[in-house]
């Protein structure tokens, strides 16, 4: 059966005329802001910013919880902090810093190592309330939306790049008629992808049977992916990031060619 929706990406880029078309001044690329950490760590904001900086971000900046900075400023002197609560996150006194920064983004990439504070998490849900631009969530920090997802079921400009195990708890809890399970063909995945984003706002990244799976609006793509390794969320977060924030007209298109793009 063929697909409309489905479209296939080799080696070849489905949309080349995305990379062409890409801002050569650092000053027209984008501008990045990094939301994530805790006192349990921060390796993922910092893996974030070297994949958004490779990917050819035009600025990136970063913001961590002020527990972090006795030990983070030294090793890390492009992190800004905010106000931490006593577990490490992000406390509720942060709010204004991280609104204030996002004015200043094009997009927002909350990149994990956030911690499971309940405190932190209604500081992060909060934040997509207020915060209106393209926000992309992977990590521990999609965690919290794929098990209580209602607030930004309905969000525009939002992307999710989650692993199969998130997928199954996203759709789950979003009570979506068909499951997802590790054990589903590709077929079967693009289908259910391509009917949970026709009935849901949020864009998907996942991977599965060594393909990475796009799904924006009802279209899916997909792309052979390389062998896996513990970081692939992070660094194809970063990336999607920076391609969609450069194409913010295009979703589909830039999401589909970032895959192709990933740091190594």
Known sequence: MEYTFWQKQTDKPLFPELEWSRPENKTYAGKLLLIGGSSLGFASVAEAYGSAEKAGAGTVRV????????????????????????????SQLAMADLVDASVWADGVLLAGDTGRN???????????????????????????F?????????????????SMGQ????????KFARAFTSTMGLVQLVEALHEFTKRFTPYIITRHADQFIVAVNG????????????????QTAASASVWWLQTPGKPFEALTTSVTKRPV
């Open 146 to 162: 794929c098990v209580q997802p209602f607030s930004i079921l309905q969000r525009p400009d939002t992307l999710l790049v989650i």
């Open 118 to 144: 309940s405190e932190t998490a209604v500081v992060l849900e909060n934040f997509l309330e207020k915060y209106e631009g393209q926000a992309t969530i992977t990590k521990d920090a999609a965690d919290l």
């Open 219 to 234: 279209q899916v793509s997909t792309t052979k992916c390389p062998a896996d390794h513990p970081i692939w969320r992070v």
């Open 167 to 174: 997928l199954q708890k996203l759709g789950t809890n979003a």
């Open 63 to 90: 913001l961590l919880p002020d527990r972090l900075q006795k030990t983070v400023s030294k090793l890390f002197p492009a992190a800004e902090f905010a106000l931490s609560n006593p577990s490490g996150g992000f």
